[in-house]
């Protein structure tokens, strides 16, 4: 699997867009990019995930670029109840073994 | 979505004793399970794979006398640590696949174990 780099931290305002980046610049070609989030003492949520496109949900947009080696997930209006760990993960089709890396601590400030 | 279940969600146990941690898929059948482990402010390591009706294969390091994996259904998965010790204590989460289709997992709340 991919491994996946995120910044370690980052503040967010309330009501404002939360932009967290993800480098997964050795991702192959089959490897979907998973978004999780983890809140304290939690079991880490589904938010999104994508192959190729950008992807929108209720949760959250997934930008990916075109040569697919970094992606950004979007919360478009930051709530204090998103301050968790962010997680992206790639991960090859099939496996389901899930690397988690450090993850980026978003913390939204009212 | 699909939901995972996990029990207990916190147990105390004294050193030497064994526990058991359920994981439960509610509304969906999973052939494939895993096992996460998560020390303080670390991130998810990745214990072992459970499938239902075989034995589990377990990550480079995880003793797998000491975390019984069990998956005798394909809607339930245990984890038994054996002989836990202080060291042992952790956070533990379960995840599942739904089997067939869907490429994404989807996690139990999560189990603390403290060993005193």
């Known amino acids: 699997d991919a491994k996946t780099t995120q910044p370690p931290s980052m503040d967010c305002a309330e009501g404002r867009a939360a932009n967290l980046p993800c480098n997964h610049s050795?991702?192959?070609?089959?490897?979907?990019v998973y978004w999780y989030r983890q809140i304290h003492s939690q079991g880490p949520q589904y938010i999104i995930h994508g192959l190729k496109n950008n992807e929108t949900n209720e949760m959250a947009s997934l930008i990916i670029t075109e040569d697919r080696k970094s992606s950004t997930l979007i919360l478009p209006h930051a709530t204090l109840r998103d301050t968790a760990v962010y997680y992206c993960?790639?991960?090859?089709?099939?496996?389901?073994?899930?690397?988690f890396g450090t993850g980026t601590r978003l913390k939204v400030l009212a | 979505g699909a939901v995972v279940s996990q029990h207990p969600s916190r147990v105390i146990c004294k050193s030497g004793t064994s526990v058991k941690i359920e994981c439960r898929s509610l509304?969906?059948?999973?052939?494939?399970m895993f096992w996460y482990r998560q020390f303080p402010k670390q991130s998810l390591m990745l214990m072992a794979t459970s499938n239902e009706g075989s034995k589990a294969t377990y990550e480079q390091g995880v003793e797998k006398d000491k975390f019984l994996i069990n998956h005798a259904s394909l809607t339930l998965s245990t984890l038994t640590v054996t002989s836990a010790h202080p060291e042992d204590s952790s956070f533990y989460i379960c995840?599942?696949?739904?089997?067939?289709?869907?490429?994404?997992?989807?996690f139990g709340s999560g189990t603390q174990l403290s060993v005193l």
């Open positions: 050795t991702i192959s070609g089959n490897e979907y």
């Open positions: 993960i790639a991960d090859t089709s099939g496996t389901y073994k899930y690397i």
């Open positions: 995840s599942a696949r739904v089997t067939g289709g869907g490429e994404k997992l989807f």
């Open positions: 509304d969906f059948q999973a052939t494939t």
